[in-house]
């Protein structure tokens, strides 16, 4: 299976943007597609990921209420619909998939399988 992130841009803070990760050559199902995000500089973080069977979503902090995750299980897509952005937000972003245990739904080396990213540039 590949991935394949689409969606970032620059934009100015407060802005929008919806971030795709399309899956060819297999499917999301019995897994979990997550993002996550690498700043220059830093370390590669959680933002958010959803189990594809049950739509369930998981957020960082940082970003709950501005970001939500969701699935178009007929085009094998999830997007992440980014609101109010921050400077902060800056980063690739990248979507992957995996079979995380609900303890380490987060932590991306239970990811297994990843897009090339994308760029998030938000400018204050």
């Known amino acids: 299976v590949q991935l394949q992130a689409s969606g970032g841009g620059q934009v100015q803070a407060e802005a929008s943007l919806r971030l795709s990760c399309v899956a060819s050559g297999g499917t999301f199902r019995n897994y979990a597609v997550g993002w996550f995000r690498q700043a220059p500089g830093k370390e590669r973080e959680f933002v958010a990921t959803?189990?594809?069977?049950?739509?369930?979503?998981y957020y960082r902090d940082s970003v709950k209420g501005r970001f939500t995750i969701s699935r178009d299980m007929a085009k094998h897509t999830v997007f992440l619909q980014m609101n109010s952005l921050k400077p902060e937000d800056t980063a690739v972003y990248y979507c992957?998939?995996?079979?995380?245990?609900?303890?380490?739904?987060?932590?991306?080396?239970?990811?297994?399988?990843w897009g090339q990213g994308t760029l998030v540039t938000v400018s204050s």
């Open positions: 959803m189990r594809w069977s049950t739509g369930r979503p």
């Open positions: 992957a998939r995996g079979s995380p245990i609900l303890s380490e739904i987060s932590n991306s080396e239970y990811y297994t399988v």
